[in-house]
T-cell receptor
Framework: NAGVTQTPKFQVLKTGQSMTLQCAQD?????MYWYRQDPGMGLRLIYY???????DKGEVPNGYNVSRLNKREFSLRLESAAPSQTSVYFC????????????FGPGTRLTVL | EDQVTQSPEALRLQEGESSSLNCSYT??????LFWYRQDPGKGPEFLFT???AGEEKEKERLKATLTKKESFLHITAPKPEDSATYLC?????????????FGTGTQLKVEL
């Protein structure tokens, strides 16, 4: 099992450009999550999907959109990138029980110039 | 508002020098508390879940404990390969979804 995979690993954008971060999991999990990690801020939830066909905002959703393409895949889109979106982005997945463990991907390091 | 505070921010130990990392939390109710390990340039790796005060879990040189206000990650006789950032997260007992609130982590370095 590959677990949670993310592409690309690194990306540099110019302000105003758009891009989509891809995430896939092969653990048959129902829930998927997108986080960003910034120095001194900890991991913050951007969006999550409790099950296929549903998505909800997290703590910091502004400037992002998501798509739960199917049970395996959950993408994060930046429509018009801003320097404030420079960060490391992590995708995670888990079952949707009362408290389930979230398993993380390796991350995408994004720089917006 | 849910809060998670980890201390110290950074810790340097000699190999074999045992110590503890602290995670203090404020939530309306706790469904679960999680510990993760994160190596530089990698995603967080799951270590433990604790559900109720008094619970303890162990894995190799690590032992996690939970009280009503904090959790400790005890590291016994650490080795250099234990060097990493350790993250604590809580799952509040309210609302829908499985949304975690993370602390900012403790950066541990174990030296020979």
């Amino acid at each position: 099992n590959a677990g949670v995979t993310q592409t690309p690993k690194f990306q540099v954008l110019k302000t105003g450009q758009s891009m989509t971060l891809q995430c896939a999991q092969d653990m048959n999990h129902n829930s998927m999550y997108w986080y960003r990690q910034d120095p001194g801020m900890g991991l913050r939830l951007i969006y999550y999907s409790a099950s296929e066909g549903t998505t909800d905002k997290g703590e910091v959703p502004n400037g992002y959109n998501v798509s739960r393409l199917n049970k395996r895949e959950f993408s994060l889109r930046l429509e018009s990138a801003a320097p404030s979106q420079t960060s490391v982005y992590f995708c995670a997945s888990g079952q949707t029980r009362i408290t389930d463990t979230q398993y993380f991907g390796p991350g995408t390091r994004l720089t917006v110039l | 508002e849910d809060q998670v505070t980890q201390s110290p921010e950074a810790l340097r130990l000699q190999e074999g020098e045992s110590s503890s990392l602290n995670c203090s939390y404020t939530v309306s109710g706790l469904r679960g508390l999680f510990w993760y390990r994160q190596d530089p340039g990698k995603g967080p790796e799951f270590l433990f879940t604790l559900y109720s005060a008094g619970e303890e879990k162990e894995k190799e040189r690590l032992k996690a404990t939970l009280t009503k206000k904090e959790s400790f990650l005890h590291i016994t006789a650490p080795k250099p390969e234990d060097s990493a950032t350790y993250l604590c997260a809580v799952h509040p007992d309210r609302g829908g979804g499985n949304k975690l609130t993370f602390g900012t982590g403790t950066q541990l370095k174990v030296e020979l």
